[in-house]
T-cell receptor, first 115, second 110 residues
């Protein structure tokens, strides 16, 4: 199993600012992902965080808006840039320990409110 | 295309049994996850079915039929704490991604 710590757990931000969310896993994991979950909705994958290289973004998400870093196997950051109220959401870091059928573990989530 | 369907909301009585269905259409299907998510919290893993059939874990059981593209989560002896959203997700081994359903909100009444 893996324990994932995310911070901040919540924040209130001003329009036009940027915020970086940090994700730390307690063991080496193969794959790390960033999800967004808007109120009352399911999970939407933003990107796969690749170690030492650019993240792989899903349709509708771009690096300029959501830059992601993953300098090693246990740590990743997601930045939400130039925020607007539409970015208010829960952002979840997740990880799996293998490329196979490994369970996906989730961090506690970061609840962002943009005013 | 890729699609996962599950009911939006279900209501059940404490102590009863409820079955939450999930149908899926994906390419490169490898297995089906069920997660529980309480309001304001992150999803937590319940089960993962790869083979056809029923897998039981205490009060929770999960079933998969690969030929029918169908799964269900069965919750027995319902407790008030089981009130949560239940998300099914199909695992695609072509790109190691999970395709998520919208979630079923389960409301337990005394």
């Amino acid at each position: 199993s893996a324990v994932i710590s995310q911070k901040p757990s919540r924040d209130i931000c001003q329009r036009g600012t940027s915020l970086t969310i940090q994700c730390q896993v307690d063991s080496q994991v193969t794959m790390m992902f960033w999800y967004r979950q808007q109120p009352g909705q399911s999970l939407t994958l933003i990107a796969t965080a690749n170690q030492g290289s650019e993240a792989t973004y899903e349709s509708g998400f771009v690096i300029d808006k959501f830059p992601i870093s993953r300098p090693n196997l246990t740590f990743s950051t997601l930045t939400v840039s130039n925020m607007s109220p539409e970015d208010s959401s829960i952002y979840l870091c997740s990880a799996r320990t293998s490329r196979g059928t490994g369970e996906l573990f989730f961090g506690e989530g970061s609840r962002l409110t943009v005013l | 295309g890729q699609n996962i369907d599950q009911p939006t909301e279900m209501t059940a009585t404490e102590g009863a049994i409820v079955q939450i269905n999930c149908t899926y259409q994906t390419s490169g299907f490898n297995g089906l996850f069920w997660y529980q998510q309480h309001a304001g919290e992150a999803p937590t893993f319940l089960s993962y079915n790869v083979l056809d059939g029923l897998e039981e874990k205490g009060r929770f059981s999960s079933f998969l039929s690969r030929s029918k593209g169908y799964s269900y989560l069965l919750l027995k002896e319902l407790q008030m704490k089981d009130s949560a959203s239940y998300l099914c997700a199909a695992y695609e081994d072509s790109n190691y991604q999970l395709i998520w359903g919208a979630g079923t909100k389960l409301i337990i009444k005394p």
